[in-house]
């Protein structure tokens, strides 16, 4: 469909079909070679000898790159107005783009630059979105062609990629001085791909909300105030990671899971030995894990997620950690076991290294113990009869450091 004159070359661009690249032998029709990535979801497709695409989902066949990609999106995100079919679909992990460009560099050498032109018919022209930023780092096969550096601004979108918050031990050293561990930083999910066993276990994923995916949380969870002093107090007392189960109440009815118990880990995460007897104290309980040093302020940050299955279609998938909204539920006392639990943990760090020093100052005006006495003040119990019983803990943790 070429014509003449100076934009012959886009038209021609324009043409190009899923059918001639296969035609001319730089694509090659096969199982699951195509996909997609979008807002932490991966869709894969077969690749017809004819130029169509099953999704293997479903086992829907589309007619191109774009009505497959416009689908897949509107699915995760029904306001999406077209897909980007040529950016958004890979073939063998590049872009479908990439592959178009390679032909007309071969076939048309006079066609503009990769970059500029490469709308499909009846596409519009948008950026490509975050769907591609995950591919990038599953060690995909080399373009076919050699590809265009980043622009500047294109790199700082990629940067958006990486967390602001370094969760890991708490650091309670001085204004100024490294913590003794080095913070891990977390992961986006779409950079995950399918399970992979050579992976880190320990590897921090960053959560995601319902609503960025157009969602309703599908439960409602409330939690006692003893379970987050306890879980909090936990937290404080140590420079390393921690880590505890929570077990509560499920009511079917309601929907609703109501957490009323914790179960600090009495044990460190890198004792191998210990952490089995403690799998067996607390079987068949919920739990904690990373303190995020970052935090500013004097009250903890707690942030309940739920790591939502994947689809029965796509079993290898990696479950996706969701953002939970949770109720708070004051309790009228403290229990003897939260107290009792408090106690043990006091005596189990004892002496250790990565005990906090809580005569310490924590900010200029602030020692540690004062900011342990200011996060757990909102979770304390209405009944204050308790309070000597407290003041008797923070005295053991005075002596203990």
């Not at 130029?51 to 989902?57: L, N």
């Not at 960053?206 to 995916?213: G, L, P």
């Not at 599908?218 to 987050?228: C, D, H, K, T, W």
């Not at 994947?310 to 006392?333: L, S, W």
């Amino acid at each position: 469909r070429a014509s003449g004159g100076s934009r012959g070359a886009v038209l021609t661009r324009r043409s190009i079909t899923l059918r001639v690249l296969l035609r001319d032998g730089l694509l090659e029709p096969a199982r699951g070679v195509l996909s997609i990535y979008y807002l932490g979801k991966k869709f894969v497709g077969d690749l017809g000898a004819d130029g169509t695409i099953t999704w293997q989902e479903t086992g829907q066949v589309f007619n191109s790159p774009s009505a497959w990609a416009t689908h897949c999106k509107r699915l995760v995100n029904p306001a999406k107005k077209s897909g980007c079919g040529w950016a958004s679909v890979r073939y063998k992990g590049q872009k479908l783009d990439q592959y178009k460009a390679a032909w007309l560099r071969k076939h048309q050498p006079n066609a503009p630059p990769a970059d500029e032109s490469l709308v499909s018919e009846g596409e519009e022209e948008e950026m490509p979105e975050e769907e591609e930023e995950e591919a990038a780092r599953e060690g995909r096969a080399p373009a076919p062609e050699p590809v265009a550096p980043k622009k500047p601004e294109e790199r700082s979108k990629k940067q958006q990629c990486k967390s602001l918050v370094e969760p890991s031990g708490m650091d309670h050293g001085p204004p100024g001085k490294r913590p003794e561990t080095k913070p891990r930083v977390p992961v986006r999910y779409c950079t995950l791909g399918t399970r992979d066993s050579a992976r880190n276990p320990q590897t921090l994923v960053e959560v995601t909300s319902f609503a960025a995916i157009n969602k309703f949380q599908p439960f409602n969870v409330a939690i006692s105030s003893n379970v987050l002093l306890l879980l909090d107090f936990h937290s404080h007392l140590t420079r390393s990671e921690v880590v505890g189960y929570l077990g509560g109440r499920w009511d079917t009815n309601t929907q609703l899971l109501t957490v009323l118990r914790a179960f600090p880990c009495r044990t460190r995460l890198g004792d191998a030995e210990a952490a089995g007897a403690v799998e067996e104290e607390v079987h068949q309980l919920g739990g904690w894990g990373p303190y995020y040093h970052g935090n500013p302020g004097v009250e903890s940050k707690i942030a309940p997620f739920w790591v939502m299955p994947p689809p029965e279609q796509r079993p290898n998938d990696y479950g996706i950690p969701m953002d939970v909204e949770v109720a708070y539920i004051q309790d009228g006392f403290l229990t003897n076991d939260v107290l009792q639990e408090m106690t043990l943990l006091v005596e189990f760090y004892k002496g250790a290294p990565d005990l906090v020093k809580f005569q310490e100052l924590w900010n200029q005006d602030q020692t540690y113990l004062d900011k342990l006495k200011g996060s757990l003040a909102s979770r304390t119990p209405k009944e204050q009869n308790f309070t000597p019983i407290l003041e008797q803990i923070y005295s053991l943790l005075k002596l203990s450091s």
